[in-house]
């Protein structure tokens, strides 16, 4: 009986350790070395880098991805990439005006004449959406619907880390060799890997050379779910991790041009974007933060005097 | 009703007009006052101010979220978000409330595991744990109904399940399915049903949680010893301030844990999915309920099998339901006379293995059924070239390292193109986690099983005469030889 407890008890721990690694096939996302800034229970933005997020979401990003849930007054609000303390109300920081005023936007509200007009947004306004619908979206992206931004890094697992992960994961160009063949008289053009070339797979690296065939419109990446089996040319039991996804690499060195001055690398702007994004998603997460530790000294506090006050009403009950 | 003479004498005149017309005063005095309660409750006794605690926050956050909430398909995940961001601390009331089901599970589940340990479900108490799992059924409706709200994938997918499993009822499964959907499908009548019905539940709960209280006051609590209260002066404290007191701190002490989730770890308990705003066309790879409902879900998906007339998915929602089900009647399963677990030590193992077997179950319910339980233990996959001789199917399987690779593609290679050669992985056969779920279904309903067989001839522990006097007996036994007082 005895053993059984022990037993039960080590099966019961392997259940816990077992819940923490559920997903699927994909590389496990680990994001930037150093970790993030805003981890751990004092952690918080580094809002340079959140600024310098946003240019790239911006310059990069906004092109395909929409955030609906956000606004432009947002960006100016406190614990915001643009809070400023002179305005509490973001809707009078300039900066922010200014920022707004970058995007044109059809008028959510008709005008006088009863038209939907386009004008430069102003802080109330929602983030400007890329494209007027879903099916828009879809026609200008081959079928594939680039999602919204908003809470990405709550809607995946590892959050920003699988962000930072996935944007830097892609095979660099020069591995991508170009195919062409001739089938039934037709012209097939194909793109493949070579995977004992891809050195970001650490130890799923196979040593012989074996080609991933990249189906047309799609592109391989270590961290995104799915299943490579079905285009792997070597030993299907050991297909490359990760699947494919309608989004190229879209990061090259110097892409976008920091105005502060930090050197544009694909891991600077991947981990910049990244951090916006996560903020994007939890903006609430410093004022969280804070009340939460105010919480904990109190609640602490409170039990250390209840904790007296029990032993004192019950110092004279035999219990 | 309280099963106690009242002490309580109205001070001034109003009080005294009061007490002739609606004596509330005195109720509230003999309930929550004077109330005699045993001398020797222990720290798992707690959990029903823990509870009164739960259902309160999560009435008040809910009703403020609910002048925020927007109960439509188009609306509804994004008035979820508006909620934490342009709210004044509606991140605060969405975090405590969706923290706040889980919270509220887990005392439940802490409540009734030590109802069972210590036989607060045999008489005269039967009522009081009947009255105890009607509210647990009612808590797993509203925490379904309220996980369909923030409509994202798995709110949406999971209701779909779930809706589905009353579609496995013969003649009128399908019409009820309907009836409850509002329609053939998942929509906004179904959404804006499940809101109201969110909404009304928690106060049907909270009516039974009166009648609970009401069921606890006529026999009284129980005690870790099991044995009745003989003598009120001796065996009893009033319930205030002793025990206002020792569950004040018991309670602090939880919403300390309670807020380190809603804190710092707010979405840890949910599912990444269910920030993607619902999509009936794009099904998530991997359907899991809340972990609370887990062992059900395992329980559900165990029975892969058909049994005579009865398809595996309704034998599924039977075991299911059953699972449930057992605990109404379990008064009547135990057969023993003796209620407290400490004075049975047989029975006592079958608790502890009971606790690890709904453990076990949860980590089944997360995992998906084709998995296997130790992947150290599954052999290595082999690799099965599948093609066709003159029309008919036919295959061939390679195993081992490199080698078997470079075989199978030789081989494939020296087929002609007409056998249209493919290859497959085939993972070794394994111990899945459906044989796991199966073996563990079977264990939970033979522990209730185990409970009527061990009653009728089972050797138990001398009990103690008195609460009174193991209280003191244990309390030698502790300044003694320092042996732990159980």
Redesign the interface.
Known sequence: ?KT??IL??G??A???T??AH?A?GAKHADGPEAGWPFEG?TGKYDQASVQRGYQVYKEVCSSCHGM??LSYR?LGEKGGPFYDPAYPNPNDNPFVKALAAQNEIVSPTPNDVGEFELRPATPADRFRSPFANDAAARAANGGALP?DL??IT????GGASYVYNLLTGYPDFSLYEDRVSEVDGETVYETVIDMSKFDKLGKYKPEQTSYLLQPAGQYYNPYM?GDT?PNYG????HAPPGGFLAMGPQLTDGRVEYSDGTEATISQMAYDVAQFLAWA?D??MQ???E???A??VY??L??IL??F??KR??RK??? | MSGHESTYTPNSAFERWLDKRLPIIRFANDTMITFPTPKNLNYWYIFGGVLAVCLAVQIITGVILAMHYEASVDGAFASVERIMRDVPFGWLLRYIHSNGASMFFLAVYLHMFRGLYYGSYKAPREVLWIIGCVIYLLMMATAFLGYMLPWGQMSYHGSNVITGLFGAIPLVGESLQTWLMGGPSIGNQTLQRFFSLHYLLPFAIAGAVILHIWALHVPGNTNPTGVEVQDIEKDTVPFHPYYTVKDAFGIVVFLIMFAVFVFYAPDVLGHADNYVEANPLVTPAHIVPEWYLLPFYAILRAITFDLGPIDAKLLGVIFMFASIAVLFVLPWFDTSKVRSMRYRPVARQFFFGFVAVCLLLGWCGAANPDDPVIPALQGEPSLVVNYTVDGAPASSSYVGGHEAYDAAKAFMASLPAAAAPSLEVRPAPAFAFRHLSLILTVMYFGFFAMLFVIGLGEKTKPLPESIHKSVLKAKKAQSGNAVPAE
């Open positions: 009986m059984f407890r039960a008890a099966l019961t392997l259940a816990f077992g819940l559920a699927g229970i609906k849930l947002n999602p908003s809470v709550k809607a995946r697992h779910p089996r070597g030993d299907p039991r998603g903006p609430k004022a969280r933060k009340v939460g530790l919480t904990m609640l602490g409170l039990a209840l904790w006050s029990y009403i019950w009950v035999e219990h």
